[in-house]
């Protein structure tokens, strides 16, 4: 009945929301009680399975997210698949720098496949911790219309994109090279 589907789409849609919010305890309530009252109309759609999928990326239960998504070809589930693996250990962070590159070569890629791709890079960068890489990839995503679609994916790239998040990490970055060059903070003459 319309109604029913109507609450199905509400409560899928309260568990993303969650996510986008951090508030990673009320996002598995939530879907807990969503299974336990919808178990007989479970949705196998993609957004649905997406959606689990990030939960469970966020609880550190990447394994199960990729096993949940791995037979899925969309770009979405492919981007979220990718980070599980290098999460769970499957592929190291250069192998899935490697898959999104050459995915990025593709001329037919649309701006929202782009970004996709771009947030694996960075989420690559962070984990390696490649400053320069970070703020290449944040200058890209942030220039770039198409980074507001992310967040039907990765909830939590919300908070990572920002120009605070750019300005933090060429402040970081700053610091990095300071100390590579042994520059001490208040030598103005050694700068």
Partial sequence: NAATESI?????????????????????????????????????????????AQLLMRVDRPQEAFEL???????????LSWLAQMQAGILTPTAVSEITMKNLAR????DDQRVL???VNYRVAV???????????????????????LGETFAESRKEITVDELWRSYEQYGLQVANEQQLLQ??????
């Avoid at 001329?107 to 649309?110: A, N, R």
């Avoid at 984990?127 to 679609?149: G, K, T, V, Y």
């Avoid at 208040?186 to 700068?191: F, L, P």
């Fill in 8 to 52: 199905i789409v509400w409560r899928q849609q309260l568990i993303h929301v969650y996510l986008g919010l951090d508030n990673i305890e009320d996002a598995e309530r939530a879907m807990r009680r969503y299974r336990e009252e919808y178990a007989d109309k479970q949705s196998e759609t993609v957004n649905w399975k997406i959606l689990q």
């Fill in 117 to 119: 791709l771009l947030y």
């Fill in 127 to 149: 984990a390696e911790l490649d400053l320069a890489a970070q703020i290449h990839i944040l200058e890209q995503l942030l220039i770039n219309p198409a980074r507001q679609s």
């Fill in 107 to 110: 001329p037919d890629l649309k």
């Fill in 186 to 191: 208040g030598d103005d003459q050694a700068w």
């Fill in 69 to 79: 998504i791995k037979h899925m070809t969309q770009p979405r589930a492919q981007a």
